[in-house]
């Protein structure tokens, strides 16, 4: 994420904003499940606040709470265990990257089709195009279980998801991208009788280089949405997702929470990888961002 | 008739599918319960209308569509407030593009736990989801125009109102519309997602979620096809009225 | 004959950059009289459009002293008291031709729109396109329509930066043999920004010489040619005679030397 300058008091003014309302919004929808717990403690405003900033159980969790709960998960747990956050992480983060992976390299094969005939092109865009309004995210969990009654087990079938998520914006972005020489580099290159081959090489190519990078911030972050939503299935029991689920069901809130800020917390840092390699990429082009 | 050829190949390829799909279910015994034919899936769509058209119901009409709206509505009136006030702007434009990458629909077990057990949850996400790409595309489209044009505003001295409305609105719909389509999709994924977390008794996510239990994916595909052909609706609908609305954009131009 | 519609003394203005200031007006007088046709030329970097940037209040100077019809820059543009035609036509897309000419008429609340949008087009020789997009005319006829569109609100002063820089000579020259009988029969001051000499000798009453680093006037040439000339004038003695002037004027300005 880049930052200009004259942003950062204003995004904090708005982070603490934030943060206040939170903190005042947990005293009346944790009022009702912190009632007897406050009368308990007598009542009052001391403890009402303490109370419902603090009930094992709330409505909605404090901010502290949320990040002492992420503060055992993470690192007072061996990595490797079963309940420690960062392993939940790798699994999802592994088969997003496998799916990412996958599906850039199907975005752009499919999108130097589209570019050299026309007749692909006529035949593929609509479909490509309707295959994205197919809300696909939300039959994930069945296609994962239906490719594993088929015999594929574990990180493949989420990746598929990942993979089927990804390539759309590559492939719009890359056609696009493949597209944009301005039709005086495609005449010289016709001048020196450069083959479809050495023009995709030379030309097409390196021009697409900027919008592959603009398509790769969507797609990876999508690729994770679509991890996550791969291991919504029920008996899924290891990555973000599943930790969502079995949250849900066992009314265990604090775990949701945590899931949640650990998907946003790698969703936002694989962006920010992704626009790290975009500007030393395109510094060593030449390219003025 | 140019449209008509234009369709031409892509149907071919769409007939093309379902028939080796077809006769792979014939000639492979790939189990019914996993893959059934297309042949088999019509016939449970025929049979099953009046399930679909209430499931339907349950999810497009009562959730889809209310969510999309209030989440594209607030997305522009906050974008709005942004262009207004630059504070705003430059505190929000970057919350709001780091939300946007976010895996939202993670919030869903989070909202049937706020909003029970009605259509309220599955809205709620639908809003959440749509918010952040109108908030960030609309931002976008506010300061499209070109410096030339501003100039041209301030030398009328236009009030920041009549800019907007004559000027930078104007210039913003084709990145309003692409927020809107990009939601379009967005909206029928929270909304059958979020049912997945619920305890809804009707609906397409729920009955997907039941037809696997029950083993009946026949019913499952059903509801996949009426999820793709609604889906592909509500984007071709948007692309018409982007079409009427952007008619100057040079993308459309005649 | 008149009061002055422009008075600028000891203009300066100075931009601040990361490296160092850039000099892009230093020491500007300039006195525009009304129903004058005055030209600012010179190189790039000259401070030309700058200059008329600060007569529309579009830029603020560092120093020095602007008035525009006897107010402040900015108070003449709240009180509208000129068209402004850019370098490029800037025509919304989304607005047909009378509809983009009627565009200041909406914001100021003008009435009598039509007519005022009709005769403006007729001025232009733009009639009959009223229902045409922007984009389905060519660039000569969209820079007639920003000229309408300028000339909507009836200003007496029109700003006009380079508005046909961007035209072939052909199409230029004929925009430029319009703009002067414009120009004759509506009686508006005109200042004017060109970086060629031809257009600059042809329409001018007066010309202001510009040279870069600082930006600064080198020199103000009172044409007095006949009104009613046409572009065979511009072979005529006078008309090399003050070409040669103007040439002349930048070169001592050591305007092309970098």
């Known amino acids: 994420m880049k930052t200009e300058r004259g942003q950062a008091i204003p995004v904090l003014v708005i982070c603490l904003i934030l943060v206040v309302v939170w903190y005042l919004a947990c005293i009346p929808m944790n009022a009702v499940v912190a009632e007897a717990k406050i009368a308990a403690a007598g009542g009052g405003f001391a403890a009402t606040l303490t109370e419902s900033w603090n009930h094992a159980r709330p409505v909605i969790p404090a901010p502290h709470q949320i990040a002492a709960d992420l503060w055992a998960t993470v690192f007072t747990i061996a990595p490797w265990a079963k309940k420690s956050l960062l392993y939940h992480c790798w699994v999802t983060l592994s088969s997003t990257l496998v799916g990412f992976i996958l599906g850039t390299l199907l975005g752009i094969g499919l999108a130097i089709l589209i570019v050299h005939s026309k007749l692909l092109s006529k035949a593929l865009m609509p479909w490509i195009i309707a295959s994205q309004t197919i809300p696909i995210l939300a039959i994930a969990p069945m296609i994962i279980v239906v490719l594993g009654a088929m015999g594929f087990t574990g990180l493949l079938p989420k990746a598929l998801i990942s993979t089927y998520l990804c390539f759309f914006p590559v492939t719009i972005g890359m056609v696009k991208g493949l597209m944009s020489p301005d039709v005086i580099h495609r005449d010289l290159m016709h001048t020196y009788n450069a083959s479809a081959a050495e023009t995709l090489w030379k030309l097409r190519l390196p021009a697409s280089v900027p919008y592959l990078f603009t398509s790769l911030k969507i797609a990876i972050a999508i690729a994770l949405t679509g991890a996550i939503v791969g291991e919504l299935p029920t008996g899924a029991v290891a990555g973000i997702g599943a930790r969502l689920l079995i949250g849900s069901y066992n009314g265990l809130t604090m775990m949701i929470w945590s899931a949640l800020v650990a998907g946003s917390v790698m969703a936002a840092s694989l962006v920010w990888l992704v626009g790290y390699a975009e500007r030393k990429t395109l510094a060593r082009m030449g390219v003025r961002a | 008739m140019k449209a008509l050829r234009n369709l031409f190949a892509p149907a071919l390829l769409g007939v093309a599918i379902l028939v080796i799909w077809e006769a792979a279910c014939r000639a492979i015994p790939i189990p019914q319960v996993l893959l059934p034919a297309p042949s088999v899936i019509g016939a449970r769509i025929a049979t099953e209308i009046p399930l679909l058209a209430y499931d339907f119901l349950k999810t497009v009409i009562q959730a889809v569509i209310p969510g999309w709206i209030i989440g594209c509505a607030a997305g522009l009136v906050v974008a709005l407030l942004c262009d207004r006030f630059d504070f705003l702007k430059r505190g929000l434009l970057p919350l709001g593009n780091f939300f946007s990458v976010l895996p939202l629909v993670g919030v869903a077990p989070i909202m049937v736990m706020w909003f029970g057990t009605g259509v309220a949850p599955n809205i709620a996400v639908v809003v959440i989801m749509t918010f952040f790409p109108m908030l960030v595309n609309a931002l976008a489209g506010l300061q499209a125009s070109s410096h030339l044009e501003r100039d041209l505003m301030r030398s009328y001295n236009a009030s920041w109102m009549q800019a907007l409305t004559s000027l930078r609105l104007p210039a913003a719909m084709p990145f309003i519309f692409n927020a809107l389509k990009i939601n379009s999709t967005l909206a029928m994924i929270g909304a059958i997602v979020a049912e997945f977390f619920g305890t809804r008794i009707a609906g397409m996510g729920f009955r997907m979620q039941t037809g696997f239990g029950s083993m009946s994916l026949d019913l499952v595909w059903a509801e996949i096809a009426v999820a793709a052909v609604v889906g592909s609706l509500f984007y071709a609908l948007l692309v018409l009225a982007e079409r009427a609305v952007t008619f100057w954009h040079p993308s459309y131009r005649v | ?258």
């Open chain 3, 1 to 258: 004959m008149a009061a002055a519609v422009i008075e600028a003394r000891d203009l300066s203005l100075t931009f601040q950059t990361a490296d160092s200031p850039v000099y892009a007006l230093s020491k500007v007088n300039l006195t525009v009289n009304d129903g004058d046709f005055v030209s600012f030329i010179g190189p790039s970097g000259c401070g030309k459009t700058t200059l008329l940037r600060v007569i529309a209040d579009l830029e603020q100077a560092t120093s020095g002293s602007i008035t525009v019809n006897g107010l402040s820059p900015h108070d003449a543009r709240l009180a509208r008291s000129y068209g402004y035609v850019f370098q490029a036509p800037g025509l919304f897309p989304w607005r047909t031709v009378e509809k983009n000419v009627g565009l200041p008429l909406e914001i100021m609340g003008i009435g009598d729109a039509a007519e005022r949008v009709k005769r403006n087009l007729d001025l232009v020789n733009l009639g009959g396109f009223e229902k045409k997009f922007p984009w389905q005319l060519s660039g000569g006829m969209q820079q007639r329509v920003s000229i309408a569109r300028a000339l909507a609100f009836d200003p007496r002063l029109l700003l006009m930066d380079e508005p046909f820089g961007a035209l072939d000579e052909i199409v230029r020259d004929k925009l430029n043999q319009q703009l002067l009988e414009l120009w004759e029969r509506t009686a508006k001051t005109v200042v004017f920004v060109t970086h060629s000499i031809p257009e600059a000798v042809f329409l001018s009453t007066k010309i202001v010489v510009m040279s870069p680093r600082p930006g600064r006037i080198i020199d103000v040439i009172e044409t007095n040619l006949p009104r009613d000339r046409t572009l065979d004038f511009r072979e005529a003695p006078e008309f090399l005679k003050l070409a040669h002037r103007v040439r002349e004027g930048l070169k001592a300005g050591h305007s092309y030397e970098d």
